[in-house]
């Protein structure tokens, strides 16, 4: 119970804190404005956050805090490389591409920097990784870290799994197969949900219907869920080979995940179709090929390409868990889902091997820093093509 | 009749209708499975006559159409059926499960974990949405400020990270580094009202993280969209504190996005709550789901289904409702 005495303490202490800076600040400047008006609740924010950061800086110098000091060094890591990233971007290359970088935000900056990085992972990662990612070794569980004495292996730097396969490499071949199998999910479902819904808008009457109605039904069963269930029927359709099942996954999540596109191009369709430049064209005698790739999709190319970096979130979330709960890309593949699970165990010796608890959570953070990479990017150019400054 | 109480009527069938549907695109799937029931319980090496025999046992030698209102029926009863795990089980043991009272049903499997997940769901509940209404108020309230700003950056990482991540960096530092609560949430039935909340506070938190941050963002947004509204021009030139503007003004307004928002994060808690029942071995309904996908057994894999799709159309009918209610222009037309 110490604790809670303790934490009500500090935060008694910030709140008597956030009074006298207030004051302080009142008495120091003879009542400039800003202080004088100055809420409390700024007052307090402002000593709060001033307290984090002191408790921040306490806990970096602590023994025991070394997955803090980690994290830290990641995000000013991160942070750096992303200002660097950008700054690099606004002084070389073309005035266009210089126009680009300069109203970015550094979270979007960070964003592009990540889908780089694991853009050129995904298609040298034959390249990069210093192991097949089938390939066995002879020292099964080998730790981290390459030191000997520790139980490690210098030849396999994070280490063996189960089997004796080399984790690093099957980190760096995670990039290939997850992040390539969820594009090419997303890109099929965009498709099938980008002309059906193109379609459904210019031609409207029965097919729109038709088409509206069932994805209103497939839509009321939650995704995850439905994606399970037709995996179930899907791995007793699959025959030995373990491509089969990944195949019938990419084709289920496709269609899943085609009914979202469905309905956002179905209704960006709809507004354009209405348009002046759509009924001339018709008048003109255009045909069908030529009023959609022609005239709808050039004018829905900003909603959709925003929408395509969320839906590949989705997507990408939705194979991972899958594959971390057993039913999605299936192994000799590398993937991180699947990796996390195999390897979950090791958290528990955190207090003895820092770096073997993190292996679990680097092919998770892997995931998450994509995903979170994608939405940054996705959230500037939302703002961006919406105009909205508030 | 009251025009909103027939727009309530009117959803509430269209809700029922879909869920006919989903029970009907449930019970195709399953019956696109390569064999039958029949096979699928006796296995590979089974003998025509006995896989006659179950079939008929089954009804499965009627036509689809009469299975499928057999099977509703079934279901509206709460007759979930056997499960295949539970049923091989008990006849190779030769006794039942339970003290002879038959094999163990379906329903009997999934009501005790069903309490478990709704009351995993209703802790997170509880701890989500007070927070993220307070935290999307005050993100409103100072806008484009620092706190806003990490706030919305927070936000944005922890509902874009898959709930593995989430769910395995709490165990690491609130399970593991300080054994302040238990990684495995252990639930008994016969459990005190205390020892189970801590059992499922570590994932109910991960819970809390996942949805919390979608909560706030769009109370943030449904709120700042009013801002720029005549009369909250108005209550600001009488000279009112802007913390009073926002919550006696903007709020009220402001509900029927957030109602929404809730209804939806919470149709999203019962269904979501898959995986992170997985990562911390919670004894709940998405658990025995994902184990019945593996092993394939079907009766349960259906029934969980339809519960699934029945508790997220419940949800966002309840949803489309609030937000019709919420809306005073409706309830009191000219």
Redesign the interface.
């Known amino acids: 119970m110490s604790l809670w005495v303790w934490i009500l303490l500090a935060l008694a202490a910030i709140a008597l804190g956030g009074w006298l800076f207030r004051y302080a600040g009142q008495r120091i400047t003879a009542n400039r404005p800003y202080f004088r008006d100055m ?1 409390y ?2 007052a307090f ?1 402002y000593v709060f ?1 001033g307290a984090a950061v002191l408790g921040g800086i306490w806990l970096y110098f602590q023994d ?1 805090a070394v ?1 803090f000091r980690w994290a830290v060094h990641g995000l000013l890591g991160f942070a750096a490389a992303a200002w660097v990233f950008r700054t690099l971007g606004r002084t070389v290359g073309t005035d266009r591409t210089r126009k680009f970088f300069r109203s970015m935000p550094l ?1 979007a900056s960070f964003g592009l920097l990540i889908i780089l990085i694991y853009a050129v992972l995904a298609i040298f990662a034959p390249l990069i990784a210093p192991y097949g990612q089938e390939e066995v070794f002879q020292q099964v569980n080998a730790l981290p870290g390459g030191d000997p004495a520790a139980g490690g292996n210098p030849d396999h730097l994070l280490g063996t799994d189960q089997i004796g396969r080399d984790l690093l490499s099957r980190l760096i071949y995670g990039a290939q197969n997850t992040v390539g199998i969820a594009f090419a999910t997303t890109c099929l479902a965009f498709f099938l949900g980008g002309s059906f819904g193109f379609l459904a808008a210019t031609l409207g009457g029965w097919l729109d219907q038709v088409l509206s109605r069932t994805v ?3 839509m ?3 995704s ?3 994606a ?6 899907a ?3 699959a025959g030995t080979q373990s491509w089969q099942l990944t195949f019938y996954m990419i084709v289920i999540i496709a269609v899943i995940d085609s009914t979202r596109v469905f309905r956002l191009s179905r209704a960006v369709g709809a507004n354009i179709v209405v348009m002046d430049y759509i009924e001339a064209a018709k008048l003109r005698g255009e045909g069908l090929r030529y009023l959609i790739f022609r005239e709808i999709l050039p004018n829905a190319y900003a909603p959709l390409l925003a929408e395509f970096g969320l839906r590949f ?1 989705f997507v990408f ?1 939705t194979i ?2 899958l594959s ?4 999605g890309i299936q192994p000799p593949l590398a993937d991180w ?1 699947t990796m ?1 699970r195999d390897l ?1 165990q090791f ?2 010796f ?2 003895f091997s820092p770096l073997a ?1 993190a292996l ?2 680097m092919a ?2 892997a ?2 820093l994509l ?2 990479a ?3 990017v996705v ?1 500037w150019m939302l703002q961006k093509s919406s105009g909205l400054k ?1 | 009749m009251h025009p909103v109480l027939k727009i309530v009527i009117q959803r509430l069938l269209l809700g029922l209708l ?2 006919l ?2 029970s009907i ?2 019970f195709l ?2 019956n ?3 064999g039958d029931f029949a096979q699928a319980i006796l296995g590979q090496s089974a003998t025509p006559e006995a896989v006659a025999a179950i079939r008929r046992d089954l009804g499965l030698d009627q036509p689809a159409v009469t299975r499928y209102f057999s099977w509703l029926a079934d279901m509206l009863t709460g007759d979930l059926g056997v499960s295949f795990a539970q049923a091989n089980f008990a006849s190779f043991v030769g006794t039942s499960a339970e003290s002879g009272s038959g094999p163990v049903t379906v329903l009997q499997q999934i009501t005790p974990r069903f309490q478990n997940t709704m009351f995993l769901a209703g802790v997170t509940a509880i701890i989500a949405v007070p927070v993220s209404l307070t935290l999307g108020i ?1 993100a409103a ?4 400020s ?2 806003d700003r990490g706030v919305n ?1 927070f936000a ?2 922890s ?7 989430l769910a ?2 709490l ?3 609130l399970a ?2 300080n054994p302040v609560l238990p ?1 495995l949430s252990n639930i008994f039935s016969d459990m005190g009202l205390g020892e189970r909340l801590r059992a499922t506070l570590l994932p109910a938190l991960t819970l809390t993280l996942v949805v919390t941050a979608q909560m706030m963002r769009m109370t943030r947004a449904a709120i ?1 969209n009013l ?2 509204s005549p009369y909250i021009e108005m209550a600001r030139l009488k000279g009112i ?3 009073r503007v926002i919550v006696t003004h903007a709020l009220p307004n402001a509900l029927a996005p957030i109602i929404t928002v809730i209804a939806l994060n919470l ?2 808690l019962i ?2 709550v ?2 992170v029942e ?2 911390f071995v919670y004894p709940g309904i998405g658990q025995l ?2 184990d019945s ?2 092993i ?1 057994d ?1 009766p349960v ?1 259906q029934a ?2 339809l519960i ?2 029945s508790a ?2 419940l949800l ?1 009918l309840l949803a489309d409702v609030l937000s019709i209610l919420s809306n005073p222009r409706l309830r009191h037309p000219k």
Do not use: H, Q
């Open positions: 809420p609740g700024v924010g956050a025991g997955f979270t209103d039904v497939l009321a069963i939650p995850l869920i439905f399970l269930l037709l995996m179930t029927i791995s007793a359709w979130c979330l991972a868990s971390f709960l057993g039913v889902g996390v979950a958290i528990n955190a207090a608890a679990p959570l998770a953070g995931i998450a995903t979170v994608v939405n940054f959230d508030e | 879909t869920l549907v989903v695109v449930i799937a399953v696109a499975l390569p005050l309230l100072y806008r484009n620092a706190f950056i944005l990482s509902v874009s990270s898959p709930e593995f991540f395995y960096i165990i690491l530092f593991v580094l990684s700042i801002l720029a504190s802007p913390t149709a999203y269904t979501g898959v995986v997985v990562v789901f994902v996908v593996k394939r079907i894999v969980c289904c699934f799709a997220y159309i966002n």
